[in-house]
Nanobody, 124 residues
Framework: QVQLVESGGGLVQAGGSLRISCAAS????????MGWFRQAPGKEREFVAA????????LYADSVKGRFTISRDNAEGTVYLQMNSLRPEDTGIYYC?????????????????WGKGTLVTVSL
């Protein structure tokens, strides 16, 4: 069973950049598809991005496409989310997700493993 710990959240001005990380332990990292979700205040958790086992295939929500980049380091057991051109509507708790299935990683109700989240706040 894999454990996920996010880090790197914080306060950033609109138009700025931030990179958040998720460190995995307790499992074979390269066997998991990894993803990021976020939850804004008063809203449901939504899919942000996903990356496959080898790191050569990615998927993004339309709202972040072209601004966010997901990547992974299998040797370090870490997945990253580089966020550029941040907007106030990007504010929320960002959750790391892991699953063995490329299909399930995009569906919040089907993801196997979750981190506890890291807060990202984008101010005007």
């Amino acid at each position: 069973q894999v454990q996920l710990v996010e880090s790197g959240g914080g306060l950033v001005q609109a138009g700025g950049s931030l990179r958040i990380s998720c460190a995995a332990s307790g499992g074979t990292f390269r066997r998991y598809v990894m993803g990021w979700f976020r939850q804004a205040p008063g809203k449901e958790r939504e899919f942000v991005a996903a990356i496959n086992w080898r790191g050569d295939s990615t998927l993004y929500a339309d709202s972040v496409k072209g601004r966010f980049t997901i990547s992974r380091d299998n040797a370090e057991g870490t997945v990253y989310l580089q966020m550029n051109s941040l907007r106030p509507e990007d504010t929320g708790i960002y959750y790391c997700a892991a699953d063995s299935s490329w299909l399930r990683i995009r569906v919040q109700s089907q993801v196997g493993y979750w981190g506890k989240g890291t807060l990202v706040t984008v101010s005007l």
